[in-house]
Structure formats: structure tokens, C-alpha cells
């Protein structure tokens, strides 16, 4: 069976790179400020519920005004996609439903390939009553999505695993299984993304300093892959690459301007962009501040793993008490990224520092965990024996069954009569038992559900 390809489209500046980014889960393309920064068409595999699929950004083939559009789409874009099982074309919310949108719509209607209209840049509900207008488009409904901010996102790849025609046999997890390890071996090697974040003063240069090694700080920071972050290679006793995504710049910035805490926020989260693992560095003396549960929350919003290191322990008194009292504000304040591993540690004196990357190393691992869907399907039906689906306005729910659609972070979609209308209390159940039973923690976990008929 082909490898099912799904094209990205629509014109400049909608977000289709951005959007290419979140599908592939990587930050590979650059995503540009301006539009018509010329860019090589980007394509990558990625699994999308449960089967391989291959995504194609076209962006950079599209600039060209609207009346010349189908004159260049003959040349570059109209290629690829007619040879797409499923095209997504992308709009833009907050400018709205455009000229060029429509004549794109009417275009792509012609084509006669399926299509999911995709209206972008919706995060905070900005740009609804634009969306609606999107139906103009004779395209159906909808779906939004914040590409940037990664809502919508596990929600759209349900649309499209729906969408796409369905495999010539059903997918066995024998396939499944084969498929990441063919993911896991294209990329032996392929450095662990880390970045540390933590209030003012709480260590993390100290602690990068200790990571790095004195000397790797005189050659300074070598520019990295992006232009918002730069990132320092760095390697564990066992010769396992990381990259240290550095956000002292953007610190110095903060602490220049007097706005710690906005911009400490602010650079919190571009740097997580970059990042698949967040080591949040607490000070023990000082305890864990509101600031501290603001950051994790971030952490859980963009999807990411995190650990905490516990520093100054050498400063510590009583480190039974400062210990719990830590980690129970910690599992009551962040019920969604509980069983984070804390780490006590000094980054002055260098103890236990060792034991910061192999915690990393194993939330990384759970970050990217894959369940099959047979397990999966086993634990569902015995969770919904213990604790039955409620009804919801007097009828019941019916949920059938569950698989994952992604991981990074575990992404799972829940397939049902009436599911999205399943109640927050029986999510939240749904979620802490998949967390205890597959052994998830210190990780966001997404579930998804939806209706079928
Ligand atoms: P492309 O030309 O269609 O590939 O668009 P890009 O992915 O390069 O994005 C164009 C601009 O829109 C960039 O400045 C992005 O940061 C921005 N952008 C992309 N997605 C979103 C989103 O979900 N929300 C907002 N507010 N901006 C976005
Ligand atoms: P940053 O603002 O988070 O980068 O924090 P720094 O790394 O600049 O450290 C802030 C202060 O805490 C400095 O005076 C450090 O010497 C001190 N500090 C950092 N790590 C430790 C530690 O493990 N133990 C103790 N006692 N002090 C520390």
C-alpha cells in the first residue's frame, strides 16, 4: 500500500509552514515573517492515526498574485497536488476570507481532490466569526486551528486520518509497531532538544555552566538552528547528543528592561518552541513560587516533557520536608502533567548533577511513547467496565474504542456515539488512567474525543 500524501496549501502567509511544523512535529521549516520568502517545497513522513502518511508544505510555490495563480500552479503547486489523496487548504482568521482565498477555493473545488478547509491562526477564539465566513468557500466546515500555539491540532489529525481513503487491509499492530521502528532508526543519533527555564535567580546559568563544562563557555555559543534561539551541543557519560537551547539573550533582555516577569513568560515559551524537554529549575531555599507553576503550565499547554531540578540542595536544611512539600504542591497544582521527576541537585557543587540527563532522558522516551491499539483497546474497555460513561442530556454516551494519534506528547482520539460531548470529570479519568496504567508521567497527555454515527 502507498504511502497516502497529504499537501499543504492556500496562499502566502496563511501559516502553511507553521502548520507543516506541527503535523511533522519537528521545527523544520522556516516559518517567515513576510510573505514571498522563497523557500524549497518541504516534505516529510510522519504517522498520523496510526498510519504513515507523507506531508507536503507548498508554500513558497505560491507567490504569485491571483490572477496569475493557476499559470504558476500549472507549473509548481498544481503538480503535487494532484497527485494529493487529501489537501488542506489553509486560510487565515484574523485577515479573513480574502479574494485570493476564493479563487484558490474555486480552483481546488475543480481539481475534485478532497479537501479540508483549515482556518488558521484561531487561538483565543480570535478570528471565529472569520471562520464562519470560510463556509463561503463551498469547502465544508472549518476546522480551527492555531498552528502556532498547537491548538486544534490532535483534532485535525483525526479529521485527516478520517479523511484519507482507507488502507487497502487494516493496519495490525505488527505494521504500527514496524512503522516507528522504521521512524526510530531514520534519526540514530538525532540530538535531544533541552531547554531550561526557572525565575530569576534560581540557577539555571550556574547549572548550564555545570552541564557544559567551564571550558565550552570561553568559545562562547555557537549559532544554532534558528534565528529566535540559539542552542549548545552538549554530550552525556554515555556519548548521547543533546542540544542545549539557550535562552541567556533573551534573559539579559528581560532583566535590561525591568520586566522580569512578562518577559521571563515571553521567552519561556519561544524557547520551548524548540524544545522537546523542559528542565524547570526550582530553588529549594526559596521554594516553589506561583511563577514557577505558571511556567509548567506552559510547559503542559505547548505539549512538552518536563523535569524539575530541585537546586541549591547544598543550602537545604530540613530535605524531607522541603522535598514533599515540593513535590505535593507540584501533583496538586499541575493535575495535568502529574508524576513530573524532581531531581534535588546542586549546581554549585556539582552534586547529583549527574542525575539531571538521565531523567530527561527517560520523560523524553515517554514523551515519544507509542501504545498499540490493542493494548490500548484492552484498557478501554476494562476502564469503561469499572467506571461506566455518564449519560449526557439523559442519553448515554457510547464509546467504542480509543487510539493513539500521535505521540509528542501522547496524543490519543477516542471514537463514539456523542463522544465530544464527554463530560470534563470522565476526560479527566479517561486521562489519569492511561497516564497510571501505561506509565506516562511527566508528560501532557491529549485525548480527543469523536462523535461517529
Ligand atoms: P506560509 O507562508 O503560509 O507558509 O506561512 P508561515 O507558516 O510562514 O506563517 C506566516 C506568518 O503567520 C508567520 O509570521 C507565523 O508566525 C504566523 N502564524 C502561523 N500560524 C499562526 C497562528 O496559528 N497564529 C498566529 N497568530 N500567527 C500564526
Ligand atoms: P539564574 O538567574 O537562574 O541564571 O541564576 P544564577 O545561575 O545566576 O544563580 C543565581 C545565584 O544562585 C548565584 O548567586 C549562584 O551562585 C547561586 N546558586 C546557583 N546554584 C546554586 C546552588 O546549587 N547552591 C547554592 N547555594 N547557590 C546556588
Not at 479573513?96 to 478532497?114: E, S, V
Request: include cysteine; charged fraction near 25%.
Amino acid at each position: 500500500m502507498e504511502t497516502p500524501l497529504v499537501v499543504i496549501a492556500g496562499r502566502p502567509n496563511v501559516g502553511k509552514s507553521s502548520l507543516f511544523n506541527r503535523l511533522i512535529g519537528r521545527r523544520q521549516a522556516l516559518v517567515a515573517d513576510q510573505p514571498g520568502l522563497t523557500r524549497d517545497r518541504q516534505e516529510a513522513t510522519c504517522r498520523i492515526g496510526g498510519r504513515m502518511v507523507r506531508i507536503a508544505d507548498t508554500a513558497g510555490l505560491e507567490e504569485a498574485p491571483p490572477e496569475s495563480l493557476s499559470g504558476r500552479m500549472r507549473q509548481g503547486a498544481a503538480t503535487i497536488l494532484e497527485q494529493a489523496d487529501l489537501i488542506l487548504f489553509v486560510v487565515d482568521a484574523r485577515a479573513g476570507i480574502l479574494p485570493p482565498d476564493a479563487h484558490f477555493g474555486t480552483w481546488l473545488r475543480r481539481l475534485g481532490r478532497p479537501v479540508l478547509l483549515v482556518a488558521n491562526k484561531t487561538e483565543g477564539r480570535v478570528g471565529y466569526a472569520n471562520a464562519v465566513d470560510a463556509y463561503s468557500l463551498g469547502l465544508g466546515e472549518p476546522l480551527l486551528v492555531s498552528a502556532e500555539h498547537g491548538e486544534g491540532i490532535s483534532s485535525l489529525m483525526a479529521d485527516i486520518a478520517a479523511a484519507l481513503p482507507p488502507p487497502a487491509t487494516k493496519i495490525r499492530d505488527e505494521d504500527v509497531e514496524e512503522a516507528e521502528e522504521l521512524t526510530a532508526a531514520e534519526d540514530p543519533g538525532k540530538p535531544l532538544k533541552l531547554v531550561i527555564l526557572g525565575r530569576p535567580n534560581a540557577g539555571k546559568s550556574t547549572l548550564v555552566n555545570r552541564l557544559l563544562g567551564e571550558d565550552r563557555m570561553l568559545t562562547g555559543p555557537e549559532p544554532g538552528i534558528t534565528r529566535d534561539a540559539i542552542t549548545l551541543p552538549l554530550h552525556d557519560i554515555e556519548g548521547r547528543a543533546y542540544q542545549l537551547v539557550d535562552t541567556a539573550g533573551l534573559r539579559r533582555r528581560a532583566r535590561v528592561q525591568n520586566e522580569i516577569e512578562k518577559m521571563s513568560t515571553g521567552a519561556s515559551i519561544n524557547a520551548m518552541r524548540f524544545a522537546e524537554v523542559v528542565v524547570l529549575v526550582v530553588d529549594a531555599v526559596d521554594g516553589l513560587h506561583d511563577q514557577d507553576l505558571q511556567i509548567a503550565r506552559l510547559v503542559e499547554r505547548e505539549g512538552r516533557a518536563m523535569v524539575v531540578a530541585l537546586n541549591k540542595w547544598d543550602a537545604v536544611e530540613d530535605r524531607d520536608a522541603t522535598r514533599k512539600a515540593v513535590s505535593d504542591r507540584l501533583e496538586r497544582s499541575l493535575a495535568q502533567l502529574k508524576g513530573i521527576p524532581v531531581v534535588t541537585l546542586s549546581a554549585v557543587t556539582g552534586a547529583s548533577v549527574h542525575k539531571l540527563l538521565p531523567a530527561v532522558r527517560q520523560v523524553y522516551a515517554t514523551w515519544n511513547k507509542r501504545i498499540t491499539t490493542s493494548a490500548l483497546n484492552r484498557w478501554f474497555e476494562d476502564a469503561l467496565g469499572r467506571h461506566p460513561p455518564p449519560n449526557v442530556s439523559g442519553r448515554r454516551l457510547k464509546l467504542r474504542y480509543v487510539t493513539q494519534a500521535t505521540a509528542r506528547p501522547p496524543t490519543f482520539v477516542v471514537f463514539g456515539t456523542r463522544a465530544e460531548g464527554t463530560p470534563e470529570d470522565y476526560r479527566r479519568y479517561l486521562v489519569n488512567e492511561l497516564r497510571n496504567i501505561f506509565d506516562l508521567p511527566g508528560t501532557p497527555i491529549r485525548l480527543d474525543f469523536r462523535g461517529t454515527v
